[in-house]
Each structure stands twice: as structure tokens, then as C-alpha cells.
């Protein structure tokens, strides 16, 4: 990648998750990294092309990161730990990450004009995440390992709980390891999920 893209792309990361989508602006972006506003524009003509890069382009390295030592064929339960583990490891490794996708879905929120720009842009990354761990999740669901509940309250459980703390961390705990809970976290998610009923 040409690396004035690269340095645009990071200082806008770390930009966007300080101060959100609202209070920065490409000219910000620009003088920060002391370049002029055609040399911005070239590469990102718009904000709004330049913030669904930065959101596509993370959402990817997360992907990547969970899904290339997520090993499907070993058992859900374990499957559930590593992709718990995995999680939290990224977001402790980029916690600007977690304050970007977080301020994100609280600046569009009440916002429904700007969020429907946005999510038809890099929600299709999202939902790729939980997609492919979903189908995991109904095949145990299917063999009755998990609780026989509607599968997007399932996702929410993990998912939920996960960006929740990251976020919550990030924002109140900066001196705690994300790693240091994996273990309290996966217990938490695993017992609201996991059927543990004896036949």
C-alpha cells in the first residue's frame, strides 16, 4: 500500500476513535499529517470514504485475526473459548479499534439517515463476522450442546458482551489487560448459552 494512504488511513483510525465521525474532518486529518487537502483528496475525495475504509479495513483485520486460529473442527465449547480469547486479544492489542466501532454505532444511532449512508457501506463486514461463527452456533444448537434459543439472542450474548467490555475498559479501565478476563467473560457468555440440562 502506498504509504502516504497508509499514514492517512492510521492517523484517521486513531482521529475518528478519539473524537468521532462528527468532529473531525479531513482538514484536520491533512494538517496533522502536514500534507495539503489535494493530496487528501486524491486519495479519499470525501469523509465518508475515508471513514468506510477505515471502519472495512479494521473490521477485516479483526476477521483476519479471529478467524485465521479459529479451528472449526474441534468442539463448540472450545470453539467458543478461542473465538472469546481471540476477541479480546485483538482489542486489547488496538483499543482505538473498539473506541472507533463503538463511537461509530453511538454517533449514527439517532441519526437514521446517516447510519442507513453508512451500514450499506461495511456493515457486509460485520455480518460476515457473525455469520460464519453463527452457522457453527446452529449446528450446536442442532446436537442440543446449546440452549434451543432464537440464534441472533444467542449471538447477541457473546458479541454483545464482548464489545460491551472492550468498550468499557477502553474507556474506564485503560490500566487492566483485556486478556487478564477472558476466562471470567467466557464463563459468563458459556453459561448463558451452553445447555448444561442432563438428558
Known amino acids: 500500500m502506498n504509504n502516504r494512504r497508509r499514514d492517512i488511513l ?3 483510525r486513531e482521529m475518528f476513535s478519539r473524537l468521532s465521525y462528527h468532529k ?17 483528496y486524491h486519495y ?3 469523509k465518508e470514504d475515508l471513514f468506510n475504509e477505515v471502519i472495512r ?31 479480546l486479544q485483538f482489542f486489547e492489542e488496538n483499543r482505538d479499534v ?10 449514527f444511532m439517532n441519526i437514521t439517515t446517516m447510519k442507513n449512508r453508512f451500514e450499506g457501506k ?13 452457522k457453527n452456533l446452529e449446528k450446536a444448537k442442532d446436537e442440543g450442546k446449546v440452549l434451543p434459543l432464537d440464534t441472533t439472542l444467542l449471538l447477541s450474548n457473546i458479541f454483545g458482551t464482548l464489545f460491551a467490555v472492550s468498550f468499557d ?4 479501565n485503560r490500566e487492566r489487560n483485556l486478556e487478564d478476563i477472558k476466562e471470567d467473560c467466557y464463563l459468563l457468555i458459556s453459561n448463558g448459552l451452553l445447555n448444561t440440562q442432563k438428558d
Open 169 to 172: 475498559y477502553t474507556l474506564n
Open 44 to 46: 479519499f475525495p470525501t
Open 98 to 107: 473498539i473506541l472507533l466501532l463503538m463511537r461509530e454505532k453511538l454517533d
Open 24 to 40: 473531525v474532518s479531513l482538514e484536520d486529518i491533512s494538517n496533522s499529517l502536514g500534507i495539503g487537502k489535494s493530496t487528501m
Open 122 to 134: 461495511w456493515k457486509l463486514y460485520y455480518d460476515q463476522f457473525i455469520n460464519r461463527f453463527s
Open 57 to 87: 479495513e479494521n473490521m477485516n483485520r479483526l476477521l483476519d485475526h479471529v478467524y485465521q486460529s479459529l479451528d472449526e473442527s474441534k468442539l463448540f465449547e472450545e470453539q467458543l473459548k478461542d473465538l472469546i480469547y481471540l476477541t
Open 10 to 12: 492510521d492517523k484517521a
